[in-house]
Structures are given as C-alpha cells and as structure tokens.
C-alpha cells in the first residue's frame, strides 16, 4: 500500500488511499495519530501498524458510508487520549454537499481537511445541501492561508481538471496541474489552497449564480 507523506515541523501527515478513490488521513506526532475520516478499516490499521502509531482520535467529515464505513472498527483501536497531536483544530462547517459537512483545518499542520466539500480541482455534489450553502462553505476555506495545503476525501482530480478547462480552456495553471498530475499525482493532487485557487474554476467563481451554473454543468459532465 502506496501512502502519500507530507512532513510540517514535528508533525505529519499520511494519506491513505481506500476504497476505490476514497482518502482517509493520519495526522502524526511522536508516534500518536489523529484519523480523518474512516472509511475503509484494513488499509488505516496497516498504516497504523506500519508507522508504529497510537490511534488517539477520529474525526468525521459527514457520514456517507464511503466516509465511515470502517468507524465502528477503528473506534476499537481508538484510545480517547486527549494529549494532543496536534495544538488547535478549528472545526469549519461546510454544508452544501450534505446538511453537515464539517472542515477540519490545524493551523500548525498549516493543513485543511475538507472532505467532500472542496474534493481537490473541484467540489462535491449537492447530496442534501443547495448551492448557496456550497458556495458560502467554499468562502470559509478560501480565506485560510494560501500555503495552507488540502486534503480533500477523494482522486477525482483528472476528471475535475478535464473540466475545469472546458470552463477556462486558457488556464496555464489548470493545464500545469494536469501535466503534473501524470509525473507527480500527489503533488497535483494535494495542492495548497493558493493553488488550488488557480486552477480550481469553482474557487474562482464570483457569485453563487455562478457556482451553481458551474455545479448543474459539472453534473452533465
């Protein structure tokens, strides 16, 4: 199994691919973890295991099944201890995709977890929530710090690109990111928000019209 890593100062972070596209992250200090989003048990053991970690917490994004699936297992391994993998966690909600979407951002990690709200090059689906909450949930992650990187819940990344250029076919940094994609995927696909500012055309957009118009076209695509 294939994780990606991703070092800040003392603390790291473990991307671990599940299911067939699905990410859930190890956030990592001094052999403890925090575990963002459960979705798949076997693969988070094994990087568990292999890192020689302490599962301490779990947070959730939302709770589709593809998000949770594997809760009831990891919870099992979860010590509850509250020693602290990381300093401040600033919960963001982020409804839109589903009613309760909630971000999780860790300025020490300087890294922001955000589900299937803000799925890298794109954003989710509108499964319960309407446009207008999505675009307003968008704009809270937006004005995090540009070097603050995102880990988003899925690799639907080709895909949103190919769009993406279909709405800006002049965009240098969409074609960069898809290039990229090809020799380095998890440099595509886990870019900082300043990035991802220029190269995600539902970041760009100005008004929730737009968004939505972005969003009914996105779902033809």
């Known amino acids: 199994m294939k994780l990606y890593r991703f070092e800040h100062g003392p603390i790291q972070i473990l991307a671990v691919p599940v299911l067939n596209d699905n990410f859930d992250y190890l956030i990592c200090r001094a052999g403890k973890a925090l575990l963002v989003d459960a979705s798949e048990a076997a693969p988070v053991r094994r990087a568990l295991e292999e890192n020689g970690l302490e599962l301490e917490q779990i947070l959730l994004t939302h709770e589709h099944y ?24 600033r ?28 799925i890298n090059g794109a954003c989710g689906r509108l499964l319960g929530g309407t446009a207008e909450e999505l675009y307003d949930s968008l704009q809270r ?21 190919r769009f993406g250029l279909s709405v800006e076919p002049d ?51």
């Open 66 to 89: 593809d998000h949770i699936g594997g809760l009831s297992e990891l919870a099992l391994l979860c010590s509850g201890g509250a020693t602290g993998v990381v300093g401040q966690v």
């Open 91 to 118: 919960e963001i909600p982020t409804p839109g995709h589903t009613i309760d979407d909630t971000a999780y951002y860790f300025p020490e990690a300087a890294a922001v977890f955000t589900g299937d709200c803000l």
């Open 141 to 161: 992650i937006k004005v995090l710090p540009d070097e603050t990187r995102v880990f988003g819940g899925h690799d639907y990344l080709e895909d949103n690109l």
């Open 171 to 221: 965009n240098a940094q969409i074609k960069a990111r898809l290039e990229l994609y090809r020799t380095d995927p998890a440099a595509a696909i886990f870019s900082t928000l300043g990035e991802e500012k220029q190269s995600n055309v539902f970041l760009r957009a100005k008004t929730a019209g737009e968004f939505a118009a972005l969003r009914s076209a996105k779902d033809r695509f």
